[in-house]
């Protein structure tokens, strides 16, 4: 009995202890008992954004495919320091492949401009338009012969005025502050005065080259008529000049010979009268040469008037004031030895 006690005691002393420390043992840890004597403290959780998280977890994952990279270059460079043996039997074949141009093409960038920058625009456009409009007129005659030229100094003229009109214009409001809203304006009138005027001028140059290889043509034929008349006339004094002659030197060759002086003067003026009668002769027949001449390019002419291209050709026939001056001192030439030779008969 006593044992038994004693082992009663020694189990108690034990299991007191552990009991006392326990929470289910301590009453005053039980939570119905610390909703009663416990104030009431709200529990605040705290949440945490979304996007941070996002964020932290794309750092972690950015990291760790730095690292993956890493690690594959590392492992690339230990392959590239390896010593690779070829294959004893595979053949390769290279292909060649096209270049590929890498450099991009230059890209065009459309500045866009201010009114100010459009209006002083406009303004210069009308006044280098104004300047050739000028310039062109200058060079034309009002009172020309040619009615296509008269048409187009008439046209130019009205131009001008438009010009001055609307360069007038865009003048007086050019320092406005609130100026209208008129360069869109202004830039179409310039646009349809310039084309119309490149028309004009194309149709004024066609016309023009027309009309003066007309002209050119009817004056080559008015040339060469006057050409070949003088030539005509010419030729036929040389043939009553060369008669005379002939008639003149026969006067003093039948005369009675006498010696001396006068016969040797006699005997001269023959001499001289014959060789003048050759150089007549010579000169009949370079005229008359000319004369075929210009009657063969006149039928020509009159045949193939497409043939007769411009003013060049015109410039290649003479003037009929030159011909008249080359004839006109051949002739003197002549009348003064023809003289020498009619003073034989004194002698």
């Not at 074949?93 to 002083?120: G, I, L, Y």
């Not at 004369?291 to 390019?297: A, E, G, S």
Request: hydrophobic share 30%; with cysteine.
């Amino acid at each position: 009995m006593k044992n038994k006690l004693s082992v009663f005691v020694l189990l108690l002393a034990i299991t007191v202890p552990q009991v006392a420390f326990a929470s289910w043992w301590n009453p005053l840890s039980w939570k119905v008992f610390s909703r009663i004597f416990s104030p009431n403290v709200e529990t605040v959780q705290e949440v945490v954004p979304t996007e941070n998280v996002a964020s932290s977890t794309d750092e972690v994952s950015e990291i760790e495919k730095l690292k993956a990279e890493l690690e594959e270059l590392k492992s690339q460079k230990n392959d590239s320091g390896s010593p690779k043996t070829a294959p004893t039997t595979q053949t390769t074949t290279k292909q060649n492949t096209p270049a590929v141009n890498s450099t991009p093409a230059p890209q065009t960038t459309t500045k866009t401009m201010s009114r100010d920058e459009m209006f002083a625009d406009v303004m210069q456009k009308y006044t280098n338009f104004q300047s050739t409009i000028t310039n062109k007129k200058g060079g034309l005659k009002k009172n020309s012969s040619s009615l296509i030229e008269r048409n187009y100094y008439v046209y130019l003229d009205g131009l001008l005025n438009k010009i001055y009109s609307d360069l007038g214009y865009l003048e007086s409001i050019k320092n406005w502050n609130s100026r209208p809203l008129v360069e869109e304006t202004y830039l179409t009138k310039y646009k349809n005065l310039k084309s119309d005027y490149d028309t004009q001028s194309r149709s004024y140059s066609a016309d023009i080259n027309n009309e003066q290889q007309t002209n050119y043509y009817t004056d080559a034929m008015i040339r060469l008529n006057a050409i070949i008349s003088h030539s005509e006339s010419f030729n036929e004094w040389l043939n009553d000049t060369s008669e005379q002659l002939r008639t003149t030197v026969m006067l003093i060759a039948n005369k009675p010979y006498t010696g001396g002086l006068i016969g040797e003067c006699r005997t001269a003026s023959v001499d001289f009268g014959n060789s003048l009668i050759e150089v007549v002769s010579s000169t009949k027949f370079s005229v008359q040469e000319d004369i075929n001449k210009w009657k063969m390019l006149r039928d020509y002419l009159n045949s193939n008037s497409s043939e007769f291209v411009g003013k060049d050709d015109l410039n290649a026939i003479p003037t009929i004031d030159y011909v008249k001056n080359d004839y006109s001192k051949t002739r003197s030439e002549i009348n003064e030895d023809l003289s020498s030779v009619t003073k034989g008969m004194g002698c």
